[in-house]
């Protein structure tokens, strides 16, 4: 099999990850260690689980804003049942969280391809309707530490290796990782090595020449929201099992820096345009941001400040590309 060569977008994200790597530890030695580089992987697990979904989504040309309001409806009323039935079983949680995210994926497709409406208008409304759906009928009552089932407790403190520390703690690489590299392998496959997947991007180009194309549009956007919705109820038990406690408000108003961690990876907002290993890069700078500012003696506060420059550097660049493209192939555009 060949191996593709890097996009232009993937090597300027790998030469800021190094130049800043370099600049954060000679201002703070401290930040290069093994120990740091497995907290960040923990870290990005759960934003890594939904960037995969918005990557192909974003790939299809739309924007869905309702996944971390069905991440938290998926970990929220699977705690709560798991404590109702006095099952306690991750696989049990897990199941019914998919089961949720997949429901609402159907609903957010079937809505979209039937009204004809902007992806980003429909999964709007439905994600106050999704969550109006859960406050009404399970409550809005938090799940605190001593609450949690002990399966998910485990799970979250579950680690694949740990390496003593010299303060006497111990570290590892969390077990998160797994679900992780999985979902992340499907989404490659799915959208590299197989028909649907040429259907998705397809559909990001031009719906009329998709549809022309013979791909049932359908089908397409079913699987799509569906497969975004499923992602989202796994990144719900990830999530509820790492904080070890449920917050039915938690979540929600974190997707718009998820969005913006795949866009950095090279994913064009208009479709048609996306790589897996762009929204890793994609998240890894938008958790190095989050987690390093504090070895330069810079707030928090900061973070958004970086994060927009980034994202704004990186639209510009995938279009100024675009343009130079359509040149070469004699495309103008107005």
């Given at each position: 099999?060949?191996?593709?060569?890097?996009?232009?977008?993937?090597?300027?994200?790998?030469?800021?990850?190094?130049?800043?790597?370099?600049?954060?530890?000679?201002?703070?030695?401290?930040?290069?260690?093994?120990?740091?580089?497995?907290?960040?992987?923990?870290?990005?697990?759960?934003?890594?689980?939904?960037?995969?979904?918005?990557?192909?989504?974003?790939?299809?040309?739309?924007?869905?804003?309702?996944?971390?309001?069905?991440?938290?409806?998926?970990?929220?009323?699977?705690?709560?049942?798991?404590?109702?039935?006095?099952?306690?079983?991750?696989?049990?949680?897990?199941?019914?969280?998919?089961?949720?995210?997949?429901?609402?994926?159907?609903?957010?497709?079937?809505?979209?391809?039937?009204?004809?409406?902007?992806?980003?208008?429909?999964?709007?409304?439905?994600?106050?309707?999704?969550?109006?759906?859960?406050?009404?009928?399970?409550?809005?009552?938090?799940?605190?530490?001593?609450?949690?089932?002990?399966?998910?407790?485990?799970?979250?403190?579950?680690?694949?290796?740990?390496?003593?520390?010299?303060?006497?703690?111990?570290?590892?690489?969390?077990?998160?990782?797994?679900?992780?590299?999985?979902?992340?392998?499907?989404?490659?496959?799915?959208?590299?090595?197989?028909?649907?997947?040429?259907?998705?991007?397809?559909?990001g180009n031009s719906e009329e020449a998709a549809n022309r194309a013979g791909f049932n549009l359908l089908n397409i956007r079913l699987f799509i929201y569906s497969f975004m919705g499923v992602v989202a109820g796994i990144m719900g038990i990830v999530y509820v099992s790492e904080v070890r406690w449920v917050n039915?408000?938690?979540?929600?108003?974190?997707?718009?820096?998820?969005?913006?961690?795949?866009?950095?990876?090279?994913?064009?907002?208009?479709?048609?345009?996306?790589?897996?290993?762009?929204?890793?890069?994609?998240?890894?700078?938008?958790?190095?941001?989050?987690?390093?500012?504090?070895?330069?003696?810079?707030?928090?506060?900061?973070?958004?400040?970086?994060?927009?420059?980034?994202?704004?550097?990186?639209?510009?660049?995938?279009?100024?590309?675009?343009?130079?493209?359509?040149?070469?192939?004699?495309?103008?555009?107005?």
């Amino acid at each position: 099999m060949k191996v593709r060569s890097l996009t232009r977008m993937e090597k300027y994200l790998l030469a800021i990850i190094a130049v800043y790597s370099v600049v954060v530890t000679i201002a703070n030695p401290a930040f290069l260690t093994f120990e740091t580089l497995l907290d960040m992987v923990r870290a990005a697990s759960g934003t890594l689980i939904l960037a995969s979904g918005v990557l192909v989504v974003l790939i299809s040309g739309g924007i869905d804003v309702s996944f971390t309001a069905i991440a938290i409806i998926g970990g929220y009323v699977s705690v709560r049942l798991m404590l109702s039935t006095g099952i306690n079983s991750l696989l049990f949680a897990s199941a019914i969280s998919c089961l949720i995210g997949l429901a609402c994926g159907l609903i957010n497709a079937l809505i979209i391809h039937c009204f004809h409406l902007p992806t980003l208008i429909a999964t709007l409304g439905t994600s106050s309707v999704f969550y109006g759906v859960m406050t009404t009928f399970m409550g809005t009552k938090g799940v605190n530490a001593s609450q949690m089932p002990s399966s998910m407790v485990d799970f979250g403190g579950c680690q694949l290796f740990v390496i003593p520390a010299k303060s006497g703690t111990t570290y590892g690489l969390t077990v998160f990782i797994i679900p992780v590299v999985i979902i992340l392998i499907v989404t490659w496959f799915i959208l590299y090595r197989t028909m649907l997947g040429r259907g998705i991007f397809a559909l990001g180009n031009s719906e009329e020449a998709a549809n022309r194309a013979g791909f049932n549009l359908l089908n397409i956007r079913l699987f799509i929201y569906s497969f975004m919705g499923v992602v989202a109820g796994i990144m719900g038990i990830v999530y509820v099992s790492e904080v070890r406690w449920v917050n039915p408000i938690a979540l929600v108003g974190t997707e718009l820096s998820i969005i913006a961690s795949v866009v950095i990876g090279g994913a064009k907002l208009s479709g048609g345009e996306g790589t897996i290993f762009g929204t890793i890069l994609g998240v890894l700078i938008i958790k190095l941001l989050n987690s390093t500012l504090v070895f330069l003696g810079l707030s928090s506060s900061w973070n958004d400040f970086f994060i927009g420059i980034i994202l704004i550097a990186s639209v510009a660049v995938t279009s100024y590309q675009a343009r130079l493209k359509n040149r070469r192939d004699l495309i103008f555009t107005e």
